[in-house]
């Protein structure tokens, strides 16, 4: 039957008792995603239709080789030292903080569900069907200044509520960033459309904007991934170890500008978004190592050009190599450019 089918069609399905495996949407370092069906069985994904299943295989995680590594985020990642004895603690981690900040905010992945079997971890996740805007990016060259804010804006919430939750991302780039793609009529004239944000059409809180330039029809964006992700033990709460007054200050300034770690991540994003390429490049590692630590990046000519001054000073505040002078990120959502009106209305011909 069916099921036989999609068994032989993926080795993932074969332990997999609850879900149907339709097909492989994503790949990460260490994972195949897969849009699936969840059965009656399946009582945490009740109600939802299709879902989004991250399945880990164990023998994968044991490999240490791994030549064909392509992402250069991806080689500066702590999962490149995943050993044998950390597999299972580091999957039971990205669950356990998964589940914790999922409930109660829509710009982060929905966690479903979580299976282990004697060769997976299997991940059940909400399904965003339009992917990643990473390939948003590569299909539009660069998204226009609205889009690039409409998908910043519902980012900065997403971090908003990690942040609240002491909670820090770590992974935050536009493979991560994951979305809904919504439906855009193009007008007689084939002129752009515009959809204010007080539209009851729209489920957002935000205006939805679709330019005719640089893309458009991204919906609601949420972040995903928390493979990385950290709980920080601020010192005014709880210390992970030893008496407060005795924490030693450069202990102190690490919890207090751990998140500001996400914070420079908002900003690659948001330079990539608008331009199209990274703020940080370099074939070499440690030239490019070398370049990001000492922030050298440039709003590079011609492609910078059009951009507003407002977008760059947004991008500067993120990209500051001090972290105490970096945008916290409530600085972030009350900057002017990402406060500012989605978009002017198509002009009449
Ligand atoms: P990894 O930790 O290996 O990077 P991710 O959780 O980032 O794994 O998933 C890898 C890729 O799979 C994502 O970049 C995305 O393309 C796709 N993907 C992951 N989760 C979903 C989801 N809920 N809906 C749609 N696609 C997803
Ligand atoms: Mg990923």
Known sequence: ?????????????????????????????????????????????????????KVIRKETLQTQDRESETSVAASFSSKNSKNKSSTREQVLKEVALHKKVSPGCRYIVQFLDFIETPSCYYIVQELLNGGEIFNEIVRFTYLSEDLSRHVARQLGKAVRHLHRMGVVHRDIKPENLL???????????????????????????EGVFTPGVGGGGIGEVKLADF???????????????????YTAPEVVKDERYSMKV????????????????PPFYDDKIDVLTE???????????????????????????????????????????ADPWLNSYDCQPAPQP
């Open 262 to 277: 996400d914070m420079w991540g908002v900003g690659c994003v948001l330079y990539t978004m608008l331009c199209g390429f």
């Open 179 to 205: 979305f809904n793609p919504i439906d855009i009529a193009p007008s007689p004239q084939g002129q752009q459309h515009f959809r204010k944000s007080d539209d009851p059409n729209t489920k957002l809180d």
């Open 1 to 53: 039957g069916v099921g036989a089918a999609a068994a032989a069609l993926f080795r993932e399905q074969a332990e997999l008792r609850d879900y149907k495996l339709v097909e492989k949407i994503g790949e990460g370092a260490f994972s195949k995603v897969f849009r699936a069906t969840p059965l009656d069985s399946a009582f945490p994904a009740r109600g939802y239709k299709q879902v989004a299943v």
């Open 227 to 245: 493979g990385l992700s950290k709980q920080i033990y601020q010192t005014s709460t709880k210390t992970p170890c030893g008496t407060v007054g």
């Open 291 to 333: 370049k990001i630590s000492r922030g050298a990046y440039t709003f590079l000519q011609p492609w910078w050009d059009e951009i507003s001054p407002g977008a760059k000073h947004c991008v500067g505040k993120l990209l500051e190599v001090d972290p105490v002078h970096r945008y916290d990120i409530d600085e972030f959502l």
